[in-house]
């Protein structure tokens, strides 16, 4: 049997245990069973589709049918973006230009999401009430200004019909799209629920995945591109020591860390409502251990740092921080007297001597970017690449230089006024949701608790975007995360009455408590 269908077996036999496991509390805290039978049966379809078709064609034509048809049933169809997100890995091909042009532009799953399910509902957005208008808040102004800035330096840059794809075409549907339909789409508390959850259910069987290749050296869906009849850059065996780094779905272990953690970020919101304690248990420690399997360090300070801003921000941070110090101590012994602590240390960011290599290549990568924009300090430089410095950083039998820091890439190719429109986009999310809490007032409410965890997973996505280049689905999950800040921004500032928070022994999903939220104002 061909390995991409032996890998097909077992994605299907761990989603099949993991679907199993996640339907009660999905069901419990967020969604219909409907909704769940659907969105599963959905991401099943697509997976045995891209496995089974033989040819890239037929599985993108098929699976961009099966979407169409789903999102017509769907009342909430963030969630079911959400849900879906990881389903496959974004490998790519380019769609002929018919002899006109080269091609038209490169299409992959993320964009296929994109196409069939965001971009209908940007659609059916702007029939909506001008209270959705784009432009009135400081994140809209931000992402604005930075899609139009971009644009203008791609068409300096290139051809015409190269700034029409990469400049408009891929600007408007890989940043604009995703964070306008998310903020715009997601109006209430029940629909944060379910789209937290869709989230989080996704990212549970990214873990699982994860995991399971983490113990068995085998990269399940490496060999989904030799099945599809296309060649991708991304998805290779990569080891850091002896052991494999996981990347499941998301094209480098880097990324599959980055996704989990930011699952995480927002079952630290749900958990609480989560009926069954050892369901919540089960759950944590299986993120827990989807984050640990890329051995990826970049999204492990980024968990802590999420751990510590979310405990900062709750109704007890003394507590909290006294607890986490408890359980801190009482791990020391486990790290320093065994062999499992032992080698775990050894993974660790500046005390590990696993790969310090590479610590060491993102200084040197920081340093020499920082005085490439100096250079060029207001709109970048599009062939910084090619300077004699940067030359310096390639590395590997092929002579890569890997950019691995967003905010460098940011800076050189747009400047520091890309960067400061990039960068203030997310500042302007994390100090609005802040602003927002603090109208909440009571710390115990749901209301409030969801813009703790907001806050704190923007947080981690801003620490490890410092770690990684915005490649794979890295730059849609934090355009998409922006755009659930500013969604809570606009919910929070037109709440009528606060949402009590639930307690683990009650059921999540009620009526009379839940909050009213109106459309009338940005």
Same mark, same amino acid.
């Given at each position: @049997? ?28 967020? @969604? ?36 169409? #048809? ?13 849900? @879906? ?11 002929? /230009? ?103 259910? !996704? ?6 995945? $994860? ?42 272990? #880097?990324?599959?860390?980055?996704? #989990?953690?930011? !699952? ?16 919540? &248990? ?7 251990? /989807? ?15 999420? #751990? ?11 507590? /909290? ?30 005390? $590990? ?18 005085? !490439? ?6 709109? /970048? ?74 806050? !704190? ?33 606009? @919910? ?10 639930? &307690?683990? $022994? ?17």
């Amino acid at each position: @049997m061909p390995e991409h269908l032996r890998a097909l077996v077992v994605i299907i036999v761990l989603s099949t245990v993991v679907f199993a496991f996640a339907k009660a509390p999905a069901c419990a805290v967020a @969604m219909s069973p409907a909704d769940f039978t659907r969105r599963r049966n959905l991401w099943i379809g697509v997976t045995l589709v891209a496995f089974l078709a033989h040819n890239f064609w037929i599985y993108i034509v098929v699976s961009g049918a099966m979407l169409l #048809i789903t999102i017509g049933r769907e009342k909430n169809r963030v969630a079911l973006f959400f849900f @879906m997100l990881f389903a496959l890995p974004p490998i790519e091909a380019e769609i002929t /230009g018919l002899g006109l042009i080269r091609f038209l532009f490169s299409i992959d799953y993320i964009r296929l999401l994109l196409l069939t399910v965001l971009l209908p509902t940007f659609f059916a957005l702007q029939k909506e009430r001008p209270s959705l208008a784009f432009g009135h808040s400081l994140i809209d102004k931000c992402v604005a200004g930075y899609v139009v800035l971009n644009i203008a330096l791609i068409f300096t840059a290139t051809t015409f019909t190269n700034t029409l794809r990469q400049g408009v075409f891929y600007t408007f549907i890989d940043i604009f799209l995703p964070y306008y339909v998310v903020s715009r789409s997601v109006k209430n508390v029940r629909d944060f629920r379910d789209a937290s959850m869709a989230l989080v259910v !996704a990212a549970l069987l990214l873990s699982a995945i $994860g995991l399971f290749e983490f113990v068995r050296h085998w990269s399940l869906y490496k060999s989904l591109e030799r099945g599809l009849g296309v060649y991708w850059n991304y998805g290779g065996y990569l080891n850091r020591g002896d052991a494999l780094r996981a990347q499941a779905s998301s094209g480098t272990p #880097i990324a599959l860390g980055y996704a #989990i953690v930011v !699952a995480s970020g927002f079952a630290l919101y749900l958990q609480k409502f989560v009926p069954n304690r050892m369901m919540r &248990t089960l759950g944590g420690l299986l993120l827990l251990g /989807g984050v640990l399997a890329p051995l990826s360090r970049g999204p492990w300070v980024g968990f802590a740092a999420m #751990i510590l801003v979310f405990i900062a921000l709750g109704p007890t941070p003394i507590r /909290g921080f006294v607890s986490l110090g408890f359980v801190s101590l009482l791990l020391v012994p486990l790290v320093v007297a065994t062999d499992i602590g032992a080698s775990i240390m050894n993974y660790l960011p500046f005390v $590990g001597k696993i790969d310090v290599e590479n610590i060491t290549y993102r200084q040197r990568l920081f340093e020499v970017a920082v005085d !490439a924009i100096i250079k060029n300090p207001l709109f /970048g430089a599009f062939d910084y690449i090619y300077s004699p410095a940067f030359q310096e950083l390639k590395q590997g039998d092929y002579g890569i230089i890997d950019l691995v820091n967003s905010y460098a890439v940011v800076g050189l190719s747009s400047g520091l006024i890309g960067l400061g429109l990039f960068c203030g986009a997310f500042a302007a999310v994390v100090v609005g949701v802040v602003k927002a809490m603090r109208t909440v007032g009571d710390k115990n409410t749901e209301l409030y608790r969801l813009g703790q965890a907001l806050t !704190a997973t923007m947080v981690a996505i801003l620490v490890i975007i410092a770690t990684v280049s915005s490649v794979t689905i890295i730059p849609l999950v934090y355009w998409s995360v922006a755009g659930l800040g500013a969604a809570y921004m606009r @919910m929070a500032g037109t709440a009528e009455v606060p949402v009590k928070a639930v &307690t683990s $022994g009650q059921r999540a999903v009620t009526s009379r408590t839940a909050v009213h939220i109106s459309s009338s104002r940005t």
